[in-house]
């Protein structure tokens, strides 16, 4: 005789506990261990990223692969996504902290801005 995972947990689980349960496999679902599962889980390719941020399918996947880019990298990737990066600090014992400007456009254009300020003062010295 068959027994459905429903009827089985339904015998043996409460339903605060079927609850928690539901609710810490979406939050499972929401963590991904890399940007490729991420993709994949939106039903994106490489070739779609790239044509987003202006890179081939083959950087792109060679960034997919990386542990450590450029937060401007990132912010591009994921908001070809369709995403917006956001960054948070987190704390044994105290409140997270949530960074702004990192990453974002307004940020990369700040400093690009700061960069050819430098180079015209270096060159005018």
Do not use: H, P, W
């Not at 070739?47 to 950087?59: A, L, R, T, W």
Request: without cysteine; charged residues 35%.
């Amino acid at each position: 005789m068959v027994i459905s995972a429903n009827d089985l947990f339904a015998e043996t689980m409460t339903e605060e506990m079927i609850e928690a349960s539901d609710r810490r496999f979406k939050e499972l679902m929401e963590e991904f261990d890399n940007l490729q599962a991420l993709r994949k889980s939106l039903g994106l390719t490489q070739e779609y990223i790239g044509g987003k941020i202006g890179k081939k399918q083959v950087s792109v996947a060679q960034l997919e692969k990386r542990s450590d880019f450029l937060l401007s990298t990132l912010r591009q990737y994921v908001e070809a996504l369709g995403g917006e990066l956001e960054l948070v600090v987190k704390f044994k014992d105290k409140k997270a902290a949530r960074l702004s400007g990192f990453g974002s456009r307004a940020a990369a254009k700040a400093t690009r801005s700061g960069e050819r300020r430098s180079r015209r003062l270096a060159k005018a010295v």
